[in-house]
């Protein structure tokens, strides 16, 4: 044994500890809006941030030099002021934008809650139902995703992909499965009037809220979402279908890209957005690597395996794994986009 080594390694896990302890409190200033509060108003001594934000000052005075500890924030020392650098402020407070971490950190809040039911899940098998996830999972949710519908759906993806582009200005079906709450198609609904869509999810309370959006949005006219499993097929054909960051998770993975297969018409197209990842633990073992196997214990696996599903996980459905699965599904086409992103793939699959 090298006793260099050994210390070295305490200090990484004291470093990876005292990360997740950092990770709750950025949990804690995103609900009460102290990155925000700091990015809009300036810098402010432990005071002035009660004062702002109205919280207590001695949790405020806490939290900042937690903060400033991690690097989140800076200190000066004579105007016992804290600072959020303006190249920190596109990840803690711009909320939509594409490196925002806060709706991440709020999943991850609701994550921690079903800690118990995971471990047992390892000792008895199984795994935690979506409806054991609090409020914060699925708000969470949203507002991670919501950085890709904001600025790539439109302004990347959908230019990426020309002939899906003509058929929805020209006016089609399409159809969006697992849609969640609808954020896509609301988009997409907004910017192909002539188009009309419909979105599939399994979870009722999402469909519920999609739909209220759906109605705000003024696209109800255009856009409906119906509660469905869609493994067992769908009713009608559709000329573009899409799942964003949904195979990885299914319960039946396989049983979807064959409906998804059956449902497009001859001349169809699937687009298809899942996690950037390899089919060899070698390339995945990094920071994202160690992140993206986190989620896939805390949420991606554990919710398929609870419905005695695949247990894909967060990594299971890689460009290797895609290909083989779209190949029994009945593709003849997996064109992966020519699209740099450290989180997602976005592929264009052909009949």
Known sequence: MDPKKVEAFVGKVLGDTAGSLVTVLAMIGDRLSLFKNLAENGPATSEELADRAGIQERYAREWLGGMASAGYLTYDGKTRRFTLPPEHAPVLAQENGPFYFGGAHQMISSWMGVIDDVTEAFRKGGGVLQSRYDSHQWDGMERFTSGWFENFLMQVWIPAMPDVQQKLERGVRMADIGCGRGRALIKLAAAFPKS???????????????????EAAGVSDRVSFEEKDVSKGIPEKYDVISTFDVI????????????????????????????????????????????????????????????????????????????????????????????????????????
Do not use: W
Request: hydrophobic share 35%; aromatic share 8%.
């Open 248 to 351: 990885h998770d299914a319960a039946d993975p396989q049983g979807i890209l064959e409906t998804i297969r059956r449902g497009l018409k001859d001349d169809g197209i699937y687009v298809c957005l899942d996690i950037n990842s390899s089919h060899d633990l070698e390339e995945n073992l990094n920071p994202l690597g160690a992140f993206f196997h986190g989620a896939s214990i805390l949420y991606c696996m554990t919710t398929s395996l609870a419905n005695g599903g695949a247990g894909l996980g967060t990594l299971g459905f890689n460009e290797k794994t895609a290909r083989e699965m779209c190949a029994k599904a009945g593709f003849s086409e997996v064109k992966r986009l020519p699209i740099e992103n450290p989180f997602n793939i976005v592929y264009e699959i052909r009949p």
């Open 196 to 214: 009309r869509f419909v979105g599939y999810d399994a979870f009722g309370p999402t469909v519920q809220h999609a739909r209220k959006r759906a």
